[in-house]
Structures are given as structure tokens and as C-alpha cells.
């Protein structure tokens, strides 16, 4: 299974970015679909999670009405839009893919693929 992550970049605070992930090499419409970051120095943390069918969405507190997670199982694709970034957003976002459950969850160990990551810098 292989996740390719894209569309990172530098942006300035308020500004938007949209990253993609390309999933092959698995039924991509039964597999639950989360985005983490890490920021240098620190955990990698969960951002937003998505289940097969798209209807339920997860996302953690600070980015709660700023991102949208969303999948196109056609496309075995999903995506994040992020908007008006804020400087404390700045990290390298993962996609992962949970081959096991068909609800969303938060914990990063119950996700079995992990993209190579791709960097967001938001400049104050």
C-alpha cells in the first residue's frame, strides 16, 4: 500500500492550502482516512479523520471550523483544505490509512499506512 502525500507549501497566516494524498495498492473505499502533523520538537498529533463513506468526519479542537477533510473514492484520494492558517499550523501533515475499523479514531497507532509527509509553513 502506498500513500502519496502533495500540495504542501508557504503560505502567509490567513491564507489557504489544499493537501492531497493518492492512495494505492488497497480497497481505498474501506479505509478510514486521517491527516496528522508534526511540528519540529514536538508529537506528532492528529488533525482530522474521515470514514469510508465520507459521512463522518472528526477533528481535533484547533482546527475545528478552519479544516475540511474530504475523500473521493473514485479518486482514491483524500484531501484536507485548510483555511486561514495560522503560524502555529506550521508542520510536515501525514496521511494514514486505518485498514481495520470503518469509523474514524483518533489514535495513531491504530493507523496502518503512513504517507511520506509533506511541509506547510505558514509565515506570520
Known amino acids: 500500500v502506498q500513500l502519496q502525500a502533495s500540495g504542501g507549501g508557504l503560505v502567509q497566516a490567513g491564507g489557504s492550502l489544499r493537501v492531497s494524498c493518492a492512495v494505492s495498492g488497497r480497497t481505498f473505499s474501506r479505509t478510514v482516512m486521517g491527516w496528522f ?18 459521512r463522518e468526519t472528526d477533528y481535533t479542537h484547533s482546527v475545528k471550523g478552519r479544516f475540511t ?13 485548510m483555511n486561514n ?3 502555529e499550523d506550521t508542520a510536515v501533515y501525514y ?12 489514535r495513531l497507532v491504530n493507523y496502518d499506512y503512513w504517507g511520506q509527509g509533506t511541509q506547510v509553513t505558514v509565515s506570520s
Not at 477533510?69 to 482514491?76: C, E, G, L, P, Q
Open 37 to 54: 502533523r508534526q511540528a519540529p520538537g514536538k508529537e506528532r498529533e492528529f488533525v482530522a479523520a474521515i470514514s469510508w463513506s465520507g
Open 69 to 81: 477533510i474530504s475523500r473521493d473514492n473514485a479518486k482514491n484520494t483524500v484531501y484536507l483544505q
Open 85 to 87: 492558517l495560522e503560524p
Open 95 to 106: 496521511c494514514a490509512g486505518d485498514a481495520h475499523r470503518s469509523i474514524t479514531t483518533r
